[in-house]
């Protein structure tokens, strides 16, 4: 059974950085969009940003308030994810989660990675 596996959380102050990772534990075939997700404690799961499948590295989104502070990677050869974020903020504190949306197979989700930002 194949899972996702976040990696890279923590506690930070405020203005550090930290570097997620999301890597598949076996072959989920092609993926058209890989996603991040976060959860904020009360608050409702909201994207933070995606990157898609292509021959050019693909397209990225980023949610208004990771603009300018997170980017979103991906290594296609080992299916694995990353959002290196920085100039990180006590509202940035919740649950991350990647998810894969494949092209043929089903959705896959991880169990989520805990960041917490002190001020």
């Known amino acids: 059974q194949v899972q996702l596996v976040e990696s890279g959380g923590g506690s930070v102050q405020a203005g550090g950085s930290l570097r997620l990772s999301c890597e598949a534990s076996?072959?989920?075939?092609?993926?058209?969009?890989m996603n991040w997700y976060r959860q904020g404690p009360g608050k409702q799961r909201e994207l933070v940003a995606y990157?898609?499948?292509?021959?050019?590295?693909?397209?990225?989104y980023y949610a208004d308030f990771a603009k300018g502070r997170f980017i979103i990677s991906k290594n296609g050869v080992e299916d694995t994810l990353y959002l290196q974020m920085n100039s990180l903020r006590p509202e940035d504190t919740g649950a991350y989660l990647c998810?894969?949306?494949?092209?043929?197979?089903?959705?896959?989700w991880g169990q989520g990675i805990q960041v917490t930002v002190s001020p």
């Open positions: 990157i898609t499948d292509g021959a050019d590295g693909g397209r990225t």
């Open positions: 998810s894969f949306i494949t092209r043929v197979g089903p959705d896959y």
């Open positions: 076996g072959s989920i075939g092609t993926v058209n969009v």
